[in-house]
């Protein structure tokens, strides 16, 4: 017990191997649990229960809020330092709280069920706030730096493989279950179960994972450490961009399944379908923006994926027009494409990049006060935007063009260009405040740094060894080939001599 316990001075290139294995296990029955227990079931889930806009945007806000427990979380990782002990245990109580939701309709009256589910909520998220703040910190001094973006991109795109089957899985056991039970909420009651199930074995690949001794040494001023991470002008930056970024994608994420199932009036199945295609291609770009984050930065990645992200939502307004319309499907599959090439990257760096500007050793102020700013952002951000929802239901703004035909007789032809309500506005908004964000990412440096241009030729030369391996049809390989250097104002040369130094390292992973 003892041994499990104790972290250790050193670790052998075996330790080291076994708890990336062990934290790759975890990685993807998180994964189970977060398909089972989170997304479109539990927002379909809080709908059945009579949850309005408001409401969702507090369900939204639970696990954001519940960021401010950082602050004793440091200081039980710094008194303790058993990173492992609380992440453990921290994890093991609150997985437990699935199950209360999994037996929600049936041991709850229904007027009490709403605020039962926020409070399991709160307690779920506030318990892993601490689990987190020691897991990314023993994570931080386990993983080796230079292999860091890669192992982080392999364990997602494995976990979100997985996640995307079982997504189909469990979607397709939700038609079939509300077909054969006439209370719909006991369907979503069992896979809760099953989501708790994957989570608490979970908990037993984290039990095997080796941590590391701490070798910061322990500070007698928690308020003193809490603001180091303020002081430092660099990191400062960063946290203003995690700050509005995690307040821009709030104001709107929370609100895609909402859309589809109340705006346009979608069946759980597309809904799900959809969800699908995005991990899909979440798969896809995980290595790609793995490796470019190696090689370049985190700062590359970010720059390249949070654009096509902010893309991504505003196209969401011009899905109606201003109902359902011919387009709006084929309009949905490119913004759940785009939507999954960009959350890989940012997903996958937006963390990291935190991980990387963390000095080693004193990594868990700086990874809490990121958590923090994030999640004070994130919780404000839902909340608002469930609050401006309501009220912009009884608001529109319309944009049409007319076409009249004053001979033999006058005649018109309306066209709607541009129509917002509801919902659509709050994602115009989210829109703005994104571009603002990324605008503030500039301004951090990171080491290693360079011109986002020569990470663009990197990501085009992953995609063409992609088309390469996965297509035989020559006109396919051949639109990755487009002189996009004349656009982005590189020279030739370069562009050549940057091209020539990824060939060169694709040619010794194609060896390797």
Not at 211 to 217: D, L, V
Not at 409 to 428: A, H, I, Y
Request: contains cysteine; charged residues 15%; proline residues 5%.
């Amino acid at each position: 017990m003892l041994t499990w316990i104790q972290p250790k001075d050193t670790l052998e290139s075996s330790d080291v191997d076994r708890g990336l294995r062990m934290l790759l296990y975890d990685g993807i029955c998180s994964q189970v649990m977060g398909v089972f227990t989170g997304g479109a079931f539990l927002v379909a889930f809080a709908m059945l229960l009579g949850a309005s806009n408001a409401m969702i945007g507090l369900i939204a806000a639970a696990g954001p809020l519940t960021q401010i427990l950082q602050v004793p979380a440091i200081l039980l990782v710094d008194r303790t330092r058993l990173r492992k002990v609380l992440v453990v245990t921290n994890s093991l109580l609150g997985r437990l709280f699935w199950l209360v939701l999994a037996a929600l309709p049936w041991l709850v009256p229904p007027e009490q069920r709403l605020p039962v589910l926020l409070v399991c909520l709160f307690a779920y998220f506030g318990l892993g706030t601490i689990s987190g703040c020691a897991w990314t910190s023993w994570v931080r001094d386990l993983i080796p730096e230079k292999t860091m973006g890669a192992y982080f991109s392999k364990r997602m795109a494995i976990a979100t493989a997985v996640g995307a089957a079982l997504t189909l899985a469990a979607g397709i056991g939700v038609d079939l279950g509300k077909r054969a039970v006439a209370d719909p909420l006991s369907v979503y009651s069992i896979l809760f179960f099953l989501g708790a199930l994957a989570g608490l074995v979970g908990v037993c690949f984290l039990g095997l994972t080796p941590e590391p001794r701490m070798t910061s040494p322990r500070t007698e001023n928690l308020f003193a450490l809490l603001a180091e991470p303020f002081r430092e002008r660099n990191f400062r930056q960063l946290l203003r961009f995690l700050g509005i970024w995690n307040f821009a994608i709030n104001l709107a994420a929370p609100f895609f399944v909402v859309y589809m199932l109340r705006r346009l009036g979608m069946s759980m199945g597309w809904v799900l379908g959809l969800s699908v295609l995005s991990q899909i291609v979440n798969v896809f770009f995980y290595p790609i923006w793995g490796r470019l984050a190696d090689r370049r930065t985190n700062k590359t990645v970010l720059t390249l994926s949070g654009p096509l992200f902010i893309v991504s939502i505003a196209l969401w307004p011009f899905t109606t027009m201003p109902e359902h319309y011919f387009l709006t499907l084929p309009l949905l599959i490119v913004i759940h494409i785009l939507a999954g090439m960009s959350t890989a990257g940012v997903n996958l760096c937006a963390s990291n990049i935190a991980l990387k500007i963390s000095p080693r050793g004193r990594a868990t102020a700086y990874l809490a006060s990121s958590s923090m700013v994030s999640g004070g952002a994130a919780t404000v951000a839902p909340v608002l935007a469930g609050l401006a929802a309501d009220w912009f239901a009884r608001q529109e703004m319309s944009i049409a063009a007319r076409w009249i035909t004053l001979a033999p007789k006058t005649s018109q032809v309306e066209l709607p260009v541009f129509n917002l309500r509801g919902l659509d506005f709050v994602f115009v908004i989210a829109v703005l405040l994104g571009l603002y964000a990324m605008h503030r990412l500039l301004a951090v440096r990171e080491e290693g740094e360079i011109e986002e241009k020569i990470g663009f030729s990197f990501l085009l030369q992953q995609a063409r060894k992609s088309v390469r391996h996965i297509s035989n049809v020559a006109g396919l390989r051949a639109l990755t080939y487009f002189p996009y250097a004349r656009l982005t104002g590189s020279s030739p040369k370069r562009e050549n001599e940057n091209q020539d130094q990824d060939q060169k390292h694709e040619s010794k992973e194609d060896a390797e």
